[in-house]
Each structure stands twice: as C-alpha cells, then as structure tokens.
C-alpha cells in the first residue's frame, strides 16, 4: 500500500491543522492506521492509532488536542491537531499494519508501510 501525508504548514501557537493521509494499492479497511511524528534530532515517537473498527489511542503529550478519524470510503486518515505548541513542531508521518488486534499500536516496527511525511511548524 502505498502511503500519501497532506495538510502540514505554519501555525501560530494555539492554531489548528488537519492533516490527512491517502492510502492506494491496497485494502485500506483491512489496515491498523497510525500517526507519528519526528521532531528535528528526536526519536520518531507514536502519536495516534485508529483500529479497523475505529477504536483510537493517542499519547498522552496530545490528549485532548489531536483527534484521529477514518474515512474508509475515501481511503484516507485525518489527525485534526488543535490548540498546537511549538512543541508539537515536526514532520508527522502515517502509517499502516495490517493487524487483527490493536496491540502495540505505539510500536513503529509493528508498522509495515509510511508515507513521506508532511511537515508541521508552529511559530510561537
């Protein structure tokens, strides 16, 4: 399945984006979808998860303020990020796994295919 992020810019602190992520070649109802994000000199680190029955989890760093939502019909994934920080700065990065259970659903290495990645700004 090939992976397609959209949607990064540059926000002021507190601002919103939605970021989407189109998936092709693939069954994309079948995938475990996940967001990631890596800020500049850090471990990529998990950020949200929605199962193929639509349950979500999300770190605790963005609890409250990223939502992540499906559209299997489109073949796409969103993460609306609200009340950003400068901290939130990165190129965030979807991901999908072809799984049965959401175990693991923060580990990176459970996830088979990535998109390129969409940068996100947030100007304080």
């Known amino acids: 399945v090939q992976l397609q992020a959209s949607g990064g810019g540059l926000v002021q602190a507190g601002g919103s984006l939605r970021l989407s992520c189109a998936a092709s070649?693939?069954?994309?109802?079948?995938?475990?979808m996940g967001w990631f994000r890596q800020a500049p000199g850090k471990e990529r680190e998990f950020v949200a998860a929605i199962s193929r029955a639509g349950a979500t989890y999300y770190a605790d760093s963005v609890k409250g303020r990223f939502t992540i939502s499906r559209d299997n019909a489109k073949n796409t994934v969103y993460l609306q990020v609200n009340s950003l920080e400068p901290e939130d700065t990165a190129i965030y990065y979807c991901?999908?796994?072809?799984?049965?259970?959401?175990?693991?659903?923060?580990?990176?290495?459970?996830?088979?295919?990535w998109g390129q990645g969409t940068l996100v700004t947030v100007s304080s």
């Open positions: 070649g693939g069954t994309f109802s079948s995938y475990m």
């Open positions: 991901a999908a796994r072809i799984s049965v259970t959401s175990s693991y659903y923060s580990d990176r290495s459970r996830y088979s295919y």
